[in-house]
């Protein structure tokens, strides 16, 4: 089946899942669904000028995620019993990888470019000072993942260079990742609205795509501050609010398809590194249902000849309704 094909039948069967999984539910309290918008790119470190924002390795992602409150009869065992909220997810994403040194054919030591367009869904329950989340994903790489049409036109309506080694992109593939993740709060202090929260958020993945496990401790700071939580999508309501974000992370890594190559067909590759750090800091502004927040994220180096360190940032923009 021609690429483009293939791209438009899994478009249709992500956006079939999605109508689906949003139709109404058994509700609990007044919570209506929530819709969040997270796009990912080294061009939004914008302390930086623009000449000197990185342009490679997890260069550009994008995400977009419906959250729709769910009753107990549709959770699983580990997620029922008493709660604040329960919240079945489904997101699309893409995510867009490139090698450091460009050119036609991928020079020695770099990682290869790679493109991944899944659809995940989540079953979320939150408590007072706890969330677990379940979560399952599947997608494509390769031609399939459409991930190199949005590069291309970023760098041409910016007049940024042209990409050069897409021909050399992993191949079209399917893949799979289940993970399982916590929060907990263990410190909240403060006087009214302003406060201060820190815990600690773990999770492990399991898949063709990736083999990991993820350790942060995370904080949130200011007036009104949501519960500590990094790569926070949850539905969000209420008073105005404006906080500080950071966290301190530490992720085991033993596979990483974007790096290591397809599982089932042969690649270009670049060893791994098993140990990642990672650090981040931003800012949220919440208005009722309305939220905004940029994170500007330190990543560690991935794989051996990976020269530097990584910089990139995320937008999030959330509506509930």
């Not at 329960?86 to 036609?104: F, G, K, V």
């Not at 905004?292 to 794989?303: C, D, F, K, L, T």
Request: with cysteine.
């Amino acid at each position: 089946m021609p690429q483009w094909r293939l791209s438009i039948l899994i478009g249709a069967l992500l956006i079939v899942t999605a109508i689906a999984f949003s139709s109404p539910v058994h509700a609990h309290a007044e919570a209506g669904p929530s819709w969040t918008l997270r796009l990912d790119n080294d061009y939004f470190n914008f302390w930086q000028p623009a000449y000197q924002r990185a342009d490679h390795d997890y260069t550009q992602g994008s995400l977009l995620e419906g959250a729709f409150p769910a009753g107990t009869s549709l959770l699983p065992h580990v997620l029922s019993g008493a709660s604040d909220g329960r919240w079945i997810q489904i997101s699309l994403a893409q995510e867009i990888y490139t090698p450091a040194e460009d050119s036609p054919k991928l020079r020695p030591g770099q990682r290869p470019y790679a493109g991944w367009l899944a659809i995940r869904g989540a079953i979320e329950r939150q408590r007072r000072v706890r969330t677990d989340l379940v979560a399952a994903t599947l997608g494509v790489t390769g031609p399939a993942s459409l991930a190199e049409f949005p590069q291309t036109q970023f760098h041409r309506i910016f007049n940024l260079r042209r990409p050069l080694g897409w021909d050399g992109q992993l191949p079209t593939e399917p893949g799979f990742v289940v993970e399982y993740a916590r929060a907990d709060e263990w410190v909240g202090v403060g006087s009214g609205s302003l406060r201060a929260r820190a815990g600690t958020w773990t999770r492990a993945r399991f898949g063709s795509i990736a083999v990991d496990g993820s350790v942060a401790i995370h904080g949130t700071l200011g007036l009104n501050p949501a519960a500590p939580r990094p790569e926070d999508l949850s539905p969000h309501r209420g008073r105005v609010a404006l906080y500080a974000i950071a966290w301190a992370g530490l992720d085991g890594v033993l596979r990483n398809e974007f790096l290591e190559g397809t599982l089932f067909r042969d690649s270009e590759r670049v060893p791994i590194r098993h140990r990642v750090h990672e650090l981040a800091g931003g800012i949220c502004v919440r208005l009722g249902r309305v939220r905004a927040e940029w994170v500007a994220i330190h990543r560690g180096r991935e794989y051996d000849t990976q020269t530097e360190e990584h910089y990139y940032s995320s937008i999030i923009l959330s509506l509930a309704s």
